[in-house]
């Protein structure tokens, strides 16, 4: 790929924040881009190889598959976030997945080694490396408190909130967003069943507190986000 190319998609990724024009070209000769459309895996073709992967475009779900054959969903991404090896030690479960939930979803990647060493080269992009980690770590925390101390309705409605926060797109006094995403997978997110996510979101729904349908989903910002 024309380095060129692989130049404007680094320049996109928040990683890059910062850097020089000459920085982000040096990083262009490490860099493997991909494209992966709807339902493919990212991980697939790398094998048991060790990556850092730079989401450029699209969206991502990581997953991970219990004892029972259970998917549990660990985040939703969306560009410009990081995922796979983030601990740069080498370790990636080999449970987990990386499935594209948009068509013509870009991603850079890097081998962990040579990432490490384009970060000692770089103190710039060593920090925003870590302000990265640190937001994802924190999102984590909250999800995890979700889950100890609120009952699923809370926690939908929270997964909303965030989903809002970032996605969403304010039209009068409503939050509309792109719906991306099946019971199955809302359910995977919360730690609840595709039933329980499909009464609760009729129960929204009937309360007047969402519109819901394949496509989008639509709520007042007053209600749902203060």
Same mark, same amino acid.
């Given at each position: 790929?024309?380095?060129?190319?692989?130049?404007?998609?680094?320049?996109?990724?928040?990683?890059?924040?910062?850097?020089?024009?000459?920085?982000?070209?040096?990083?262009?000769?490490?860099?493997?881009?991909?494209?992966?459309?709807?339902?493919?895996?990212?991980?697939?073709?790398?094998?048991?190889?060790?990556?850092?992967?730079?989401?450029?475009?699209?969206?991502?779900?990581?997953?991970?598959?219990?004892?029972?054959?259970?998917?549990?969903?660990?985040?939703?991404?969306?560009?410009?976030?990081?995922?796979?090896?983030?601990?740069?030690?080498?370790?990636?479960?080999?449970?987990?997945?990386?499935?594209?939930?948009?068509?013509?979803?870009?991603?850079?990647?890097?081998?962990?080694?040579?990432?490490?060493?384009?970060?000692? +080269? @770089?103190?710039? /992009?060593?920090? =925003?490396? *870590?302000?990265?980690?640190? %937001?994802?770590? &924190?999102?984590?925390?909250?999800?995890?408190?979700?889950?100890?101390?609120?009952?699923?309705?809370?926690?939908?409605?929270?997964?909303?909130?965030?989903?809002?926060?970032?996605?969403?797109?304010?039209?009068?006094?409503?939050?509309? +967003? @792109?719906?991306? /995403?099946?019971? =199955?997978? *809302?359910?995977?997110?919360? %730690?609840?069943? &595709?039933?329980?996510?499909?009464?609760?979101?009729?129960?929204?729904?009937?309360?007047?507190?969402?519109?819901?349908?394949?496509?989008?989903?639509?709520?007042?910002?007053?209600?749902?986000?203060?």
């Amino acid at each position: 790929m024309y380095t060129e190319i692989k130049y404007l998609y680094l320049k996109q990724h928040s990683l890059t924040t910062g850097l020089t024009d000459a920085q982000i070209l040096e990083m262009t000769n490490s860099v493997k881009v991909k494209n992966v459309k709807k339902g493919e895996s990212v991980y697939m073709d790398d094998g048991f190889e060790s990556r850092i992967y730079l989401l450029v475009k699209g969206k991502i779900k990581i997953s991970e598959v219990d004892d029972r054959g259970d998917e549990l969903i660990k985040e939703i991404l969306t560009a410009t976030e990081m995922f796979g090896d983030l601990s740069l030690d080498g370790s990636i479960s080999d449970d987990e997945f990386a499935e594209s939930l948009t068509e013509n979803t870009v991603i850079c990647s890097y081998r962990s080694s040579e990432f490490k060493e384009l970060m000692q +080269l @770089n103190p710039v /992009l060593a920090m =925003n490396f *870590i302000q990265e980690v640190s %937001s994802k770590l &924190r999102r984590l925390e909250s999800r995890h408190s979700n889950l100890v101390f609120k009952d699923a309705k809370s926690r939908l409605i929270s997964f909303f909130r965030d989903w809002a926060n970032r996605e969403g797109k304010k039209e009068g006094d409503k939050i509309r +967003l @792109n719906n991306y /995403l099946t019971h =199955n997978d *809302i359910a995977g997110i919360i %730690s609840t069943s &595709r039933q329980s996510v499909t009464t609760l979101l009729n129960e929204l729904k009937d309360g007047g507190l969402i519109f819901y349908d394949r496509k989008h989903i639509e709520f007042s910002e007053r209600q749902m986000i203060n």
